[in-house]
């Protein structure tokens, strides 16, 4: 995502031991063969894994278009192999598994380090923080602590996301733990979305030309208002991937995501119910 760069670090500064984590898993999976795909707006990462996976006859690296979100799973999976998958299906079913730089990192740290999954490198990042950053910060403490031994942020902050600026999460509070999943702290001086107000749909199109599973946003949003969860499934709409691609081009500023989450996470209850 946007402004997220922890994994680009990584890759930079620890890429000898990812590539270890990923020889590990390949042990594991003796038929397999890995395929590291970076964006090509990451040519210095792409340049190092390249050197240093050249003698690998199982580890590739695919330099991939940057175009977000080509990072996704199910994204990831067809631009590597052009295989698809659906929200009805694990990776696995098409014979692949998916892991990021910081899972590798993470497996290399349990094999040959005996360690524990107990730390986590984030980025510190926004306008309206003092000193952007990544940092290696141990799970369980603070995300208010983590921010002010960054050097905290501006008078002017407004906002805080966990996660990023499309797919992240804001935060009423930052007195919460960092998690296994947690990524970055973003601090912003401007509430994009509470400066424009929200309007009536007008119908151009622009989140069915957005939407990288090829859905039709605008219908699925209008079944989740009539609470009608049959027809939001006939729509396909399990298959939001939750990027946030069709609420960032809405020019009527509906939250068209946050939306779908519900709906998904309705039509989840209803399932496990019958």
Do not use: W
């Not at 996660?163 to 992240?168: E, K, V, Y």
């Not at 007008?202 to 009539?226: D, E, T, W």
């Amino acid at each position: 995502e946007p402004y997220l760069t922890s994994d680009y670090r990584l890759m930079l500064e620890r890429n000898e031991e990812i590539i270890k984590g990923i020889k590990a898993v390949l042990k594991a999976l003796p038929n397999a063969k890995a395929v590291i795909g970076i964006e090509n707006n990451k040519p210095e990462a792409i340049k190092i894994l390249d050197e240093k996976t050249s003698s690998e006859d199982k580890i590739s690296v695919c330099p991939l278009k940057t175009k977000y979100p080509q990072g996704g799973e199910r994204q990831l999976i067809y631009a590597i192999t052009g295989r698809k998958i659906n929200s009805k299906m694990l990776p696995a079913d098409k014979g692949c598994i998916v892991l990021n730089t910081a899972s590798c990192y993470a497996i290399y740290e349990a094999v040959y380090k005996n360690m524990p999954l107990i730390h986590k490198v984030m980025t510190i990042t926004g306008e309206a923080v003092h000193s952007p950053c990544n940092v290696d910060v141990p799970l369980g403490v603070s995300h208010s602590y983590v921010l002010e031994k960054c050097g905290g942020a501006k008078d002017d902050v407004v906002k805080f996301i966990s996660g990023g600026p499309m797919m992240g999460m804001a935060m009423s509070s930052l007195n919460v733990p960092v998690v296994k999943t947690s990524s970055s702290i973003l601090a912003f001086s401007k509430d994009d979305v509470a400066a424009l107000p929200q309007s009536a749909c007008i119908h151009c199109g622009r989140c069915v030309k957005a939407c990288p599973q090829i859905l039709v946003p605008q219908m699925i949003a209008k079944a989740v208002r009539s609470q009608n969860m049959d027809r939001f499934d006939e729509l396909g709409g399990m298959e939001c991937i939750e990027c946030g691609c069709c609420t960032y081009v809405c020019p009527a500023k509906i939250p068209l995501t946050q939306m779908f989450k519900l709906g998904k996470a309705e039509l989840r209850s209803m399932r496990s119910k019958n």
